[in-house]
């Protein structure tokens, strides 16, 4: 059975296993093995998701059997509006397609609309096409692309997408 709950600091060294367990096959093809590294330390660095949690990012952590299995991060009040923002979503390889991802996207939604959030925004490499369907199939719908450069010569190409609250 599949249990939802929010993670405290102390635990994000949890995020940053199941995200360095995730990227490479999630990625494979999509990415250089170089900018997986370079993203992941990055990204996935504690100090930067402590800082994240400090600024009010939530981390809802997906267990089965007591084991954490998968992730989903989250904004609420981004950009200082009425707009919640997902900002990571991963599930071990082996924890796919088997509606873990959805029942963690469904959480964020309840609490970004209990919190009175009109909408979700997300960005999402635009070759991740396993990814743009997963969202598209719960509602999602791409509003714009971006270019974001991320040094050290790498970008992130993504969809921005929204779902409707």
Same mark, same amino acid.
């Given at each position: 059975m599949i249990h939802l709950r929010l993670l405290v600091k102390e635990e994000l060294i949890l995020i940053q296993k199941i995200a360095h367990a995730t990227w490479p096959s999630t990625f494979a093809g999509i990415l250089s093995s170089e900018q997986i590294d370079y993203m992941l330390n990055w990204m996935y660095d504690l100090k930067l998701l =402590? *800082?994240?949690? #400090? &600024? /009010?990012?939530?981390f809802l952590v997906a267990e089965e059997d007591g084991i954490a299995i998968g992730f989903a991060g989250y904004e609420l009040n981004h950009l200082a509006g009425s707009l919640s923002k997902l900002h990571k979503l991963y599930l071990l390889p082996s924890s796919q397609g088997k509606g873990v991802g959805k029942s963690l996207l469904l959480e964020v939604a309840k609490i970004a609309r =209990?919190? /009175?959030?009109?909408s979700m925004v997300?960005? @999402?490499?635009? &070759? $991740? &096409? &396993?990814?743009i369907d997963f969202y598209r199939a719960l509602g999602f @719908?791409?509003?714009?692309? =971006? @270019? $974001? #450069?991320? /040094? *050290?010569?790498? @970008?992130? #190409?993504?969809d921005v997408m929204e779902l409707s609250l």
């Open positions: =402590e *800082s994240q949690m #400090d &600024k /009010g990012h939530g =209990e919190a /009175g959030q009109k997300l960005n @999402v490499n635009k &070759k $991740n &096409k &396993k990814a @719908v791409t509003i714009r692309q =971006e @270019v $974001n #450069d991320i /040094g *050290s010569g790498y @970008v992130m #190409d993504d």
